[in-house]
């Protein structure tokens, strides 16, 4: 698809507002939806794609992924999840550790995903800070929606396993006492 204005015809249309139509048109240009509707009509000269037979609905958003910093087919190299140094790793940024070649990006948006909120770690109790990017782009910079977007804390059989293992416990004073 080209980046000029195009006209997306026919199959099940799902719209974030309004009930779902079927064999309408949705308009839209420079990346915006213009228009959308079955009394919609597609404009001379743009692009057209046939939807027919086919679920047309808003890109998707996951809030919790390690998309770019647990990468695939990169094995160690590709695996900055986790800074497991220490269990408080508030100031870590999965920003930083994003590599936007990551072939789990492809996957998203194949799988109609969008847009993600990259989380880190997931084996300490902190893990630090999040990250909202799109899922296309060839550099982060060029991806980032909002960073940061969040903190990142795990519970449960991660930080047990990862920590416990080690005999180790967040510092004193990072828990609320007993």
């Given amino acids: 698809m080209g980046a000029g204005p195009m006209a997306i015809l026919g199959g099940q249309v799902i719209p974030i ?3 779902p139509f079927r064999d309408g ?4 240009e420079g990346g915006t939806i213009r228009a959308l509707g079955t009394d919609v009509r597609a ?3 743009v692009e057209r794609v046939d939807a027919t037979g086919k679920v ?3 890109g998707l958003v996951d809030a919790h992924v390690h998309l770019g910093v647990h990468e695939e087919a990169e094995g ?3 695996q900055d999840t986790n800074e497991m140094t220490d269990p408080v790793t508030a100031h870590v940024r999965a920003l930083d550790g994003i590599n936007p070649a990551d072939l789990g990006f492809q996957d998203a948006v194949a799988g109609g995903v ?3 909120n990259v989380n880190p770690g997931s084996g300490n109790p902190i893990g630090g800070q999040t990250v909202a990017v799109r899922c296309a782009g060839r550099t982060v910079d060029e991806m980032v929606l909002r960073s940061p977007s969040g903190a990142k804390s795990a519970l449960g059989e991660n930080p047990k396993r990862v920590f416990g293992d080690r005999k180790e416990s967040p510092p004193p004073g990072s828990a609320p006492p007993r």
């Fill in 76 to 78: 160690w190299a590709g």
């Fill in 56 to 58: 047309v609905l808003p």
């Fill in 43 to 45: 404009p001379d000269g």
């Fill in 17 to 19: 507002e309004g009930d």
């Fill in 114 to 116: 969008l847009t993600v």
């Fill in 25 to 28: 048109v949705i308009l839209v």
